[in-house]
């Protein structure tokens, strides 16, 4: 069974960045799409940022021009470059991989933005 596991998490100040990333444990293939979601306590889990596998990329309003996410399909790596970042971009962060047949998650990081 792949797992993904996340990494860059951490606190920044506000206005700082942070990059994300998300690495499989093994091959992936007939990848749909791959993406970053968010969940803050008491909320449901959000999509943050999503790529397909025909490299179009979709974000929430809230991100636009301050998140990108890009992939190495190669390394099966996803990863989130954050800047600009605001105290209400903290969450626990997850990536997702979504498969024709399976769809992997990772365990989340955790991202706090401090005002």
């Known amino acids: 069974q792949v797992q993904l596991a996340e990494s860059g998490g951490g606190l920044v100040q506000a206005g700082g960045s942070l990059r994300l990333s998300c690495a499989a444990s093994g091959s992936i293939f007939d990848i749909n799409f791959m993406g970053w979601y968010r969940q803050v306590p008491g909320k449901g889990r959000e999509l943050v940022a999503l790529i397909t596998s025909g490299g179009v990329t979709t974000y929430t309003d809230s991100v636009k021009d301050r998140f990108t996410i890009f992939r190495d399909n190669a390394k099966n790596t996803l990863s989130l470059q954050m800047s600009s970042l605001k105290p209400e971009d903290t969450a626990v962060y997850y990536c997702?991989?979504?498969?024709?047949?399976?769809?992997?998650w990772g365990q989340g990081t955790q991202v706090a933005v401090s005002s």
């Open positions: 997702r991989i979504k498969t024709m047949i399976y769809d992997y």
